[in-house]
């Protein structure tokens, strides 16, 4: 029986990239589309041909994001891959952040993936074999002036990410943490917009989506533990980055 992934965020740009990588490399699997926005997702599905199925879901409700999962493995069977990819930014002074919009932000980029990874990794185990893709950011790195709880839920996501792949590995589950920096999306382009357009923004290297799916489908195959792109960001892994944003970065609204 093919394999049945499933790919949260399918009507962004990464996440839409994504599935396209993954039918190029996996081009008998059946793939589930997750996604709030459903008529671009459903554009994607007829692109990509084969089995697939769009599931839309709010993810800022997890135990939707649960239901959409069990309709998931209900119509194309058990989980062999999850891409968690689905995820919005809000630039904002920490003060200003309407804590509704916070929570939301917090469901959306942190608790409803770690969910879907909770629920979807028992699949993998059981079969001994899977992945786990989890799109975090270099935001989860890097103190970024703006991003404190989407920085806080990327770094909660990547770290329960890191530590999973290292428990989960003997199980025969892959698991690849994805940092990027800016990459050309609505997303990257409104969080710039947020911060108005400074020399760092300006300056700063952005990424094409469709060579970082690229870069992640090729960490799959290799066993890459993660993901920096563009390569510029991996000063980030390094605590390099954290104090230049702070003193010369863009200036929260």
Not at 204 to 221: C, F, H, R, S, Y
């Amino acid at each position: 029986m093919s394999e049945h992934l499933v790919v949260t965020g399918s009507s962004g740009a990464i996440g839409g990239a994504l599935a396209r990588a993954l039918r190029r490399r996996h081009p008998n699997a059946r793939l589930t589309l997750v996604d709030v926005s459903e008529a671009p997702s459903r554009a994607l599905a007829d692109a990509l041909g084969g089995d697939v199925a769009v599931a839309p879901c709010d993810l800022a409700d997890p135990a939707a994001a649960l239901r959409a999962l069990d309709d998931a493995r209900a119509h194309f069977g058990a989980v062999h891959g999850l891409v968690n990819c689905a995820g919005f930014m809000e630039v904002r002074r920490f003060d200003r952040m309407p804590w509704a919009r916070a929570a939301e932000l917090l469901a959306v980029d942190l608790v409803s993936p770690l969910a879907l990874m909770h629920a979807a990794v028992g699949d993998m185990v059981q079969a001994r074999r899977g992945f786990v893709v989890n799109v975090a950011s270099m935001a989860g790195k890097v103190t970024l002036p703006g991003c404190a709880f989407y920085g806080a839920a990327k770094a909660g996501l990547s770290m329960a990410s890191e530590i999973a792949r290292r428990e989960l590995a003997e199980l025969g589950v892959r698991v690849v943490t994805v940092y990027p920096g800016a990459v050309a999306s609505p997303l990257e382009a409104r969080a710039r917009d947020q911060y108005g357009r400074t020399l760092l923004t300006r300056l700063v290297p952005t990424g094409d989506p469709a060579v970082l799916a690229q870069k992640i489908v090729e960490a799959l195959d290799s066993g890459r533990a993660r993901v920096v792109y563009p390569s510029f960001y991996a000063l980030g892994l390094f605590g390099v980055a954290g104090p230049l944003a702070l003193a010369f970065g863009p200036t929260a609204r």
